[in-house]
């Protein structure tokens, strides 16, 4: 086990502005026993601008037009990418909320192309690879995806992938602990040997 490179913010130091702006979250699913409190903690080293930062993402969520189930389909499958266990973990809960079955959890790893995936699924999940492996979304695939989603509705895709590359990054770099009793990404082959062969060349 790595030792965190910086040292969270106990919860009993947490600003309660802070903390009243988490309780803006939709869901259950990122509160509670579930709640990212180590990475939050670390954020919140950065006093003058945590306060900004939780400002955007708890908004965004809030008035994301992209439903909740394709958001956390998405998120997990960025944690794959970025093998982190923190933000696979942590999602796992809202992404049962929000409708996906562990079944569909134990699938995100592998095969986009199971036909388990709905086609709307399976173009979401292509997208989200381009845009993590190639930094870009290929014309084909954005015709696909326009087809599913409308302009606000991608919007939000971008910035869901944004954000959760940055806390993909932030868990990593930081070396951000695990809190006990959250799940880690199941110890099996990396989706990027199965995404490079498919989607990887341009």
Not at 62 to 74: G, K, P, T, W, Y
Not at 97 to 102: A, D, M, P, T, Y
């Amino acid at each position: 086990m790595k030792e965190p490179r910086i040292t969270p913010l106990p919860s009993a130091e947490m600003r309660k502005d802070w903390l009243d702006t988490l309780d803006k979250l939709p869901g259950n699913g990122l509160k509670g026993k579930h709640a990212p409190v180590n990475v939050l903690g670390t954020l919140m080293k950065h006093t003058n601008l945590i306060g900004h930062y939780l400002e955007y993402w708890v908004s965004a969520k809030n008035v994301a037009e992209l439903n909740a189930r394709a958001q956390e389909l998405i998120i997990l499958r960025i944690a794959i990418h970025y093998d982190c266990d923190y933000v696979w973990g942590h999602h796992v809960p809202p992404a049962l909320e929000s409708g996906l079955s562990r079944g569909e959890i134990a699938l995100i790893p592998f095969d986009i192309n199971a036909e388990d995936w709905s086609s709307c699924d399976q173009v979401l999940l292509k997208a989200t690879d381009e845009l993590i492996l190639n930094r870009a979304i290929k014309d084909g695939t954005w015709g696909e995806l326009s087809t599913y989603l409308s302009e606000h509705e991608c919007l939000d895709f971008i910035h869901l992938v944004t954000q959760y590359v940055f806390f993909s990054s932030v868990n990593n770099t930081f070396q951000v602990e695990l809190e006990p009793g959250i799940e880690r990404i199941p110890a099996e082959d990396n989706v990027k040997t199965i995404v490079v062969a498919g989607f990887g060349a341009n």
